[in-house]
């Protein structure tokens, strides 16, 4: 693969919408970079580029890939990083099997997905999928904490063009729903190894000790967690919300997040189709097993494998009939909230659903209040105090309320979303126990078959990195700043342990406050009200939750957010905002040659890689080129060139088109290196001059169904022509 001499700046391949966009955009920024004599390579960490990496010895010479990723895990743990990083899919298992059958379609003889494995070799193809599976990439890139916040520029631009809010109103119905006992939060136990140590889990049964992981090594100071959620009181939770709801006459709908916590949150997914087709399963079980139904997979796997029986059909539709609607992904076809574990991901549902006023789309293509399920109680109190807030106060006006920034504990696999290969569906009744190896016992569960245990850790590094940068964010920001940590969680007790010395040590206690979640979203919502803002200083999980949280109520998208991870190593690692790889937009461009992804948060990780590089290696042009950036992405906001959500109106490379061009006009008005102003002068004249051209070129490329060449993973040549079609534009940028 081509880049293989370290750039200077790392631009990532990915998938979906980000992906087509880098097509367009990818050949600007070299254009840009060249004269300044700055490097721009790729990494592919793409889902179809994982799963080439993954099984070489299927494959020919010619279609063999190096493991990208694997190379920027090595990469980012140096001072020399400097890493954008796009949305990658954290693939499903639906996901992750299309993906494949695409490839093989492809003529890549990949093994086809076990999802029953037997043999020896199948168990080993099924560990290296598994291994593809969900947060995949971000625990390999993230050895840093996460500084999210909106850039001034967007959050200038959101304040004078307010987005639509829909209306909250007292007596809504809409709620949110969490198990009070038997789940993760509540089963939680917590230490911090005062020493480095290596455990064993180990399930104890009547029959004997099975070893369910070999040995786990932490290094001293890092805190240890382990829990469980209750298979039997998650069923009966999820069996009384679904009769709540249809008393309430709401909409049902599951919020997780069955991408990053990719063991725990499809099987509680499974449960609630199981749940919800409960008299189906109870009557044909054991044949819908022979048909290799998997109701981890959802609804709409479960619906294909069964379409040739007529009696199970018949009884999936009496049942629907005596449940409440669903929550809808996509009214038009027929897709519901249970359809696929990947299509309602809790950080976007969620926003998305409280800015419209609570509602969610049912399957009559209405807006309806709506009942959250969300099973685990750990989070579940921060979208509860949202919506009872705005029932009380109303909606917030995006015209003037204050912004809520984010420093996240994230680094080396910190918390749950490290937790996946320490995650197991128990398979009989007895004891789960951690043991050192002296023979301590560092945690200890009773559970029943079914039951999911689990557990995570924090390293004592990243922790401290993590606490010393809010101070630092504090410092430069005079915000309010609040730690949101709750003393009454066996977790968040251990990380106050930590929090509370350092702030007094260096002798700034008095700035910080800490508060359980609930609490913490309230004062966040009220300081904001006032048009005043605040730092949530938060663990790995709501760091992700509240990074879209807040930017959709504030700016409508949690996609335009400026994300810097500060690797703890002096690297740089530029995150393009949340927002996820945006299929619908892929769905939309295939159909109608329209790419409604907005690119803004690519420009702003953009200039901030620039000026990192232009600080980091003493390079003068770097920096300029990323001042300029910051110019060109105040000119896209400025005069409205963001793209158009409808076919037939600017889309996404017009914005590029529009981004080069206001690039181009900074760097030729720029006074501090006279080579760039010389070189861009004549490029600014003629992106300018050529205006009605290459917008009437871009303009006669929409409206036609195109070819990509494939999903997952398309044709290079096929996805250029579609993502570049100005010849004129082309021609001037060389």
């Given amino acids: 693969m081509a880049d293989k001499q370290t750039p200077d700046i790392v631009y990532t391949k990915v998938d979906e919408a980000p992906e087509l966009a880098s097509a367009s955009l990818l050949p600007i920024i070299r254009a840009f ?164 140590a290596t455990a064993k889990i180990v399930l104890e049964t009547a029959e004997g000790e099975t070893v369910l992981k070999e040995a786990v090594s932490y290094p001293a100071g890092t805190v240890v967690d382990a829990t469980y959620m209750s298979a039997a009181a998650l069923d009966a939770f999820l069996a009384e919300q679904i009769e709540a709801t249809k008393k309430a006459g709401t909409l049902f709908s599951l919020h997780m997040k069955a991408t990053m916590m990719k063991v725990s949150d499809p099987i509680i997914f499974g449960h609630a189709v199981k749940e919800w087709l409960k008299p189906v399963f109870e009557k044909y079980g054991d044949k819908m097993k022979e048909l290799g139904v998997n109701p981890n997979g959802g609804l709409g796997a479960l619906l294909e494998r069964v379409k040739d029986e007529p009696e199970i059909l018949a009884a999936i539709e009496e049942v629907r009939e005596t449940r409440p609607p669903m929550y809808m992904v996509n009214s038009d076809k027929g897709i ?27 399957p009559d293509n209405a807006q309806h209040d709506t009942n959250c399920v969300i099973p685990d109680s750990s989070y579940a109190p921060v979208y509860d105090a949202t919506i009872e807030y705005f029932k009380a106060n109303g909606k917030l006006d995006p015209a003037t309320a204050g912004t809520v920034q984010n420093i996240g504990l994230m680094a080396q696999k910190a918390e749950e979303y490290g937790s996946h290969p320490t995650t197991f569906e128990i398979p009989a009744a007895g004891t789960v126990k951690m043991i050192l190896e002296d023979g301590t016992v560092l945690h200890s569960h009773s559970v029943e078959k079914g039951d999911i245990w689990r557990s995570a850790s924090a390293r004592k590094a990243p922790i401290e990195d993590w606490v010393n940068l809010a101070i630092e964010r504090q410092a430069e920001t005079g915000y309010r700043a609040i730690f949101w940590l709750d003393e009454a969680r066996a977790h968040d007790a251990e990380l106050i342990s930590f929090v509370k010395p350092i702030l007094e040590a260096k002798g700034v206690a008095d700035k910080f406050e800490i508060m359980a979640p609930r609490e913490a979203t309230v004062a966040s919502l009220e300081t904001i009200t006032k048009g005043e803002n605040t730092i949530a200083i938060t663990g790995n ?99 409205g060139r963001s793209p158009s959500r409808k076919v037939g109106e600017p889309d996404n490379r017009d914005s590029h088109y529009w981004f080069a061009r206001y690039w181009a006009e900074a760097l030729a008005a720029q006074s501090d290196d006279a080579d760039l102003a010389g070189h861009f002068a004549p490029i600014a004249a003629q992106l300018a001059e050529k205006e009605a051209e290459i917008t009437g070129e871009l303009a006669a490329a929409q409206g036609q169904a195109v070819d990509l060449g494939g999903y997952y993973h398309g044709d290079f040549d096929k996805t250029a022509a579609v993502m570049r079609p100005s010849a004129t534009l082309n021609a001037i940028l060389g």
């Fill in 33 to 196: 970079a060249a004269p300044a004599g700055v490097t721009i390579g790729t990494r592919d960490i793409s889902l179809a580029g994982r799963i080439i990496a993954t099984f070489p010895e299927y494959l020919t010479e010619e279609q063999r890939q190096e493991d990208d990723l694997a190379a920027l895990g090595e990469l980012v743990k140096t001072p020399e990083a400097n890493v954008i990083k796009l949305p990658n899919i954290s693939a499903s298992e639906p996901q992750l099997v299309a993906a494949v059958k695409e490839l093989q379609a492809q003529g890549y003889a990949l093994p086809d997905y076990p999802y029953e494995p037997s043999t020896d070799e199948e168990k080993a193809v099924r560990a290296k999928y598994d291994t593809i599976k969900g947060s995949a990439v971000n625990p390999v890139l993230r050895e840093g904490n996460s500084d999210r916040r909106a850039a001034a520029a967007v959050k200038k631009y959101a304040q004078n063009n307010p987005h639509r809010m829909g209306e909250w109103t007292a007596d809504s119905k809409t709620t949110v729903s969490a198990m009070s006992s038997g789940d993760f939060f509540s089963n939680e136990k917590s230490t911090t190894l005062a020493d480095a």
């Fill in 336 to 362: 519901t909230n249970l359809h696929v574990p990947s299509d309602v991901i809790i950080d976007a549902s969620m926003p998305a659903l409280i800015r419209d006023g609570g509602k969610g789309w049912g």
């Fill in 541 to 639: 999980v709501l760091r992700d939750y509240l990074t879209d949280l807040f930017p959709i109520l504030e700016l409508a998208t949690s996609a335009k957010m400026l994300s810097i991870v500060k690797l703890m190593q002096g690297g740089g690692l530029f995150e393009t905002g949340a927002g996820g790889s945006a299929p619908k937009h892929v769905q939309q461009l295939m159909e109608q040659n329209h790419l409604r992804w907005d690119s803004l948060g690519e420009f702003c990780a953009l200039g901030e890689s620039f000026k990192f590089l232009g600080n980091a290696k003493g390079n003068a042009k770097a920096k300029v080129l990323g001042e300029a950036v910051d110019a060109a992405t105040q000119g896209i906001l400025d005069n």
